[in-house]
């Protein structure tokens, strides 16, 4: 019986690589909105036409109830393809050994993904995420309102940073939005400046659980980012809004930055699109490389799964420029492959793919580098230290127990 | 406190009143004709820019509304009609028989509505998934509303039921009639209003899940309209717009429900509560 | 015991045995076992995806309770705790609410019943849609409430209402929320209540001259014991289970100021992935909802026994 299975995978293993196996294909997508389902339904339209016998079924469901669910079917009665993000998230099912490697299908892609990319993808050595798109972060300003406060030009470093904030404040304008009922956009600020004031390798070190939170690194960290949240940087309303509800604040001219990820660039609404512009995060201490925070969205094949060469062949054909190309003229966001092109036309693109181009690192995001508890906490933390920065140390030392006992 | 007609300045007052308390439900008919652009600039509460119906039409194409919808009916409805008939059994045995587990069993049907049901998510999952194989079906969800819908069922129908006079049963019992005789032919009349009150609070709770079909269902074509209306969300973007539009949609059964048995309704809580 | 069972007994019993069958059956499995089985899941440290389920002492050097002393040890738990007091305390105004909507519509006329479906509607939207209404409400900025305060000039211009945003503040816009469709089934419980009252004890006060406050207070709100004890309970079993809505308008924050014992529970069970802790909150959660319950079953069976 042993052998007869064994046979049977390697056969399985020739045809995936040859055409057509026939059979079934179950997606299970966390992207439900209506822009990524056109997205992904495009492509899929174009691999139901190269593979005309397979019959696909696609599962779709948002995102939050997404994590939820993949904890009942991962284990147990998973589908042939699912999406998750990159980094340490992805980590914690690699270890439970409930994905699959795909160093077979990245064989064939040499010269196509950056280090950066593969970097967040593989553990242990073995590749086991395919990326499909990443997007990145910085500000978006309005032009109008630096203007009318007098800021010339739009801050490179810390310094200009602050002077630009306090020039807005003073002309009545918050200088930067941000919402913090969902904790996430803090985080951000946390990204950014500890990788501007400590560098990526402690940045990466410290989120994956072995470095220090209460250390004079950290605390230097925060005490830079204090010095914006004195100056009345942020508005006093952020924990009350959303994302998307401070978005608000700039469209309507009440804010003046914000700093998001590319996604916004979708939503900004006509009647200010021509004031609205971009500029990366500045530069803190010079003798630091430039890192960049760009978030990777990612397909894998559960372990489990039923038609793992069904599965292959669809990982082979999202690896592919003109796919991702295709898939991401409609998302909005940047593909990883980089032989796809872009629309040069869109300047948050162009000026996306050059700044993760120059960076020294990618890192993926507060919460997809960190373990999920840790994350919690420290966002949490984050969002009470733009209230209270008086309590740093104490804010730091409960990150810090956490890490303790979660990586002991 | 007999009511009476009353004067022109009690509408006045009444109908502000009720304005004010159904404006959240208004503000979402509102929104449900907005575009997103407008209100990503923050403008909720003014008279939409322009008139739409874009959303609804979106919610039915976009998010597959129509097939949602029939699996929500699919769910609901037996799912309603198997908790009346098992909860009034229970609840006449609990009101009316000589049964000396009477007390414990009522704790006990209560003791399943305390604990936070979010923490029996994973346990109901295996439950289905490895011992009764019946994940990924909708008599799988189905079977899981009606148990998890007996404990506040028939704790509902024990104190309907034990309004009823001891004398009229007792008289029955006498005459040779049988307990589901009895059951049958005498209380399920009697409680026909109590069973209306309860069926149209069990419809609004099982049409309005969530939670649980998303742990036991997995394929898209058998998820109820909640699934639907959550896919309208996106990971970063909210789309208000089309959530408001799809949430007037998914309320309509249940409210076609409340206006249909709320004679019914009052009715039958007036029983049990003023007994 | 059974043997000294009178024959209608006995065969009581056998019918209620034989009703109570397939309740039991189906209670006993989705119900019962899965209760248990969290119960055990609190004395582990599952991450709900491992296979391997082994008690937290299993290695000789951990306590069984570990999960519970970092319980103990948790400020977010006691945090949490304190905010479900607050629930109890508050959230329970909206009975009184529900009873002054229930006099005010207990009106004969044909308008007061398409009035009185509309007083119900907030009960048939599902509690997400509700939270999301009631976020754009108390939004600062672009809130319905910060435009109203301006209009009156409470709030002056540059200010903000930052109800949502403080620490301190968000439950109260929470429970105001909550209360909505919380008063609308109370709202419903007296409804009936009222249409049952006893007309000639009433008529016969209203003869005696009593002032209308009297009326309601010596006679009508006796009269309506019966259905303040269905409100009183369904009340606190809500407070004590709420979460969706605290999920949808504030997620717990700021910094877990406005979070409850269900939604950290939530959160450590499937955001952490730390379904062992997870149980152990609910644990507790149990412990005193069936504290409270158990209070309030002994009373209202000891009436009904007085009565009969």
């Not at chain 2, 604990?115 to 969800?141: A, E, K, W």
């Not at chain 3, 209620?16 to 076992?33: D, H, K, N, Q, T």
């Not at chain 3, 308008?111 to 509700?130: D, Q, T």
Request: hydrophobic share 50%; charged share 15%; net charge positive.
């Amino acid at each position: 019986m042993k052998v007869l299975s064994l046979i049977g995978i390697a056969l399985a293993g020739i045809t995936s690589t040859a055409l057509a196996a026939g059979g079934e294909l179950i997606i299970n997508s966390m992207h439900s909105d209506p822009t990524s389902k056109k997205a992904f339904e495009t492509i899929l339209g174009d691999f139901k036409k190269e593979h005309a016998d397979i019959k696909v079924t696609v599962n779709t469901i948002d995102h939050e109830s997404y994590k939820v669910q993949i904890r009942t079917w991962l284990p147990n009665n998973p589908p042939d393809v699912a999406t998750w993000f990159a980094g340490n998230r992805a980590k914690f099912f690699v270890e439970k050994k409930l994905v699959e490697p795909l160093d077979d299908v990245f064989s064939t892609t040499t010269g196509q993904f950056s280090e950066g990319a593969m970097a967040a993808i593989s553990f242990n050595g073995k590749k086991y995420l395919m990326p499909t798109n990443y997007y990145h972060w910085g500000f978006y300003y309005r032009k109008d309102l630096f203007q009318k406060a007098g800021v010339a030009a739009p801050p490179k470093t810390w310094d200009e940073l602050i002077a630009a904030a306090q020039k807005l404040r003073a002309a009545g304008i918050i200088p930067i939005a941000i919402g913090t009922k969902q904790a996430w956009p803090s985080a951000a600020w946390f990204d950014f400046i500890n990788m501007r004031v400590n560098g990526y390798p402690f940045h990466m070190n410290l989120l994956s659980g072995k470095g220090n939170y209460s250390s004079p690194e950290v605390k230097k960290t925060m005490a830079t980012w204090a010095q914006l949240v004195k100056v009345g940087g942020f508005p006093e309303t952020a924990p009350a809004m959303t994302w998307q509800e401070a978005s608000a604040l700039l469209w309507q001219g009440k804010a003046a930055m914000y700093l998001m990820g590319n996604f916004i660039s979708s939503e900004i609404p006509s009647s200010v699109k021509a004031q609205v512009e971009f500029f990366p995060f500045p530069i803190i201490d010079p003798k630091i490389p430039t890192a960049q925070v760009a978030p990777t969205d990612v397909y894998f094949i559960p372990a489990k799964a039923k038609n793992k060469a069904n599965a292959k062949l669809f990982m082979t054909f999202l690896a592919r420029a003109d796919v991702q190309q295709k898939y991401n003229e409609v998302t909005g966001l940047l593909p990883v492959n980089n032989k796809a092109k872009i629309d040069v036309t869109n300047t948050f693109l162009k000026s996306g793919q050059q700044i993760l181009g120059q960076a020294s690192g990618l890192s993926q995001f507060f919460d997809r580098d960190a373990e999920p508890e840790v994350a919690k906490v420290g966002m949490d933390g984050f969002v009470e230290f733009m209230r209270y920065p008086e309590r740093t140390d104490a804010i730091l030392s409960r990150i810090e127990n956490t890490r303790k006992r979660v990586h002991r | 406190m007999e009511p009476k007609r009353r004067g022109l300045l009690y509408w006045i007052v009444a109908t502000l009143l009720l304005l004010l308390w159904i404006s959240p439900i208004l503000a979402s008919l509102l929104t449900s004709v907005k575009t997103l652009e407008e209100l990503n600039e923050g403008y909720y509460w003014t008279l939409p820019r322009t008139f739409s119906l874009q959303n609804y039409v979106e919610a039915f194409t976009v998010g597959k509304f129509s097939t949602y919808f029939l699996n929500s009916l699919i769910i609901t409805a037996p799912t309603v009609v198997a908790v009346l008939f098992f909860s009034s059994l229970n609840g006449y045995v609990l009101a009316k028989l000589r049964f000396k587990w009477n007390n414990k069993l009522l704790l006990v049907f209560l003791g399943g509505m305390l604990l936070p049901f979010q923490i029996l998510l994973i346990p109901v999952f295996y439950l289905s998934n490895q011992f009764l194989h019946t994940y990924d079906t909708r008599f799988g969800v189905i079977l899981f509303h009606i148990a998890f819908q007996l404990g506040f069922a028939s704790f509902f129908m024990r104190n309907f039921i034990k309004t009823i006079p001891d004398g009229i049963i007792e008289a029955a019992r006498i005459d040779g009639c049988s307990e589901w005789r009895i059951y049958s032919t005498m209380v399920i009349p009697l409680m026909r209003p109590a069973l209306a009150a309860l069926a149209t609070l069990l419809f609004t709770w099982i049409w309005n899940d969530y939670l649980w079909s998303l742990i036991l269902i997995q394929t898209d074509q058998i998820k109820p309209i909640t699934a639907g209306l959550q896919n309208l969300k996106g990971q970063w973007i909210a789309s208000y717009h089309l959530q408001s539009a799809g949430a007037v949609i998914a309320a309509i059964p249940p409210v076609l429900i409340f206006a249909l048995l709320q004679k019914h309704f009052i009715r039958g809580l007036t029983m049990g509560a003023g007994k | 015991m059974v043997g000294s069972l009178s024959f209608m007994q006995k065969r009581d019993h056998k019918t209620a045995w034989r009703f109570l069958a397939p309740s039991l059956i189906l209670y006993g499995l989705y119900v019962i076992f899965p209760i248990f089985f969290s119960l055990y899941l609190s004395i582990t440290q599952w991450d709900g995806v491992s296979a391997a389920v082994t008690p937290l002492c299993l290695d000789g050097e951990t306590s069984c309770f570990q999960n519970f002393i970092d319980l103990w040890n948790d400020d977010v738990f006691w945090m949490s705790l304190k905010n479900n007091i607050a629930w109890l305390l508050f959230f329970s105004l909206s009975a009184p609410l529900g009873l002054a909507l229930a006099l005010l519509f207990h009106v004969k006329a044909k308008a007061a019943n398409f009035y009185k479906s509309l007083l119900f509607m907030p009960m048939v939207f599902s509690l997400v849609v509700v939270g999301t209404i009631w976020s754009w409400f108390l939004q600062p900025e672009f809130g319905l409430v910060e435009f109203l305060l301006k209009g009156i000039g409470l709030l002056k211009e540059g200010e903000n209402f930052t109800l949502m945003a403080s620490d301190r503040w968000a439950t109260a816009g929470l429970i105001a929320a909550a209360s909505w469709p919380h008063a609308a089934y109370c709202m419903v419980l007296y409804l009936a209540g009222l249409s049952n009252l006893q007309k000639n004890v009433i008529e016969a006060a209203e003869i005696e001259g009593v002032s209308r406050w009297q009326l309601l207070w010596y006679i009508v709100l006796p009269m309506l014991r019966p259905a303040t004890v269905i409100v009183v309970i369904v009340t606190m079993i809500g407070a004590l289970r709420a979460f969706d809505l605290i999920s949808i308008m504030t997620a717990g924050g700021p910094a877990n100021s406005s979070n409850v014992l269900a939604l950290y529970m939530y959160q450590q069970t499937f955001e952490n992935f730390r379904y062992g802790y997870g149980a152990a909150i609910s644990v507790v959660l149990f412990a005193i909802s069936l504290l409270l319950i158990l209070l309030y079953l002994r009373q209202t069976l000891k009436d009904e026994t007085g009565r009969s």
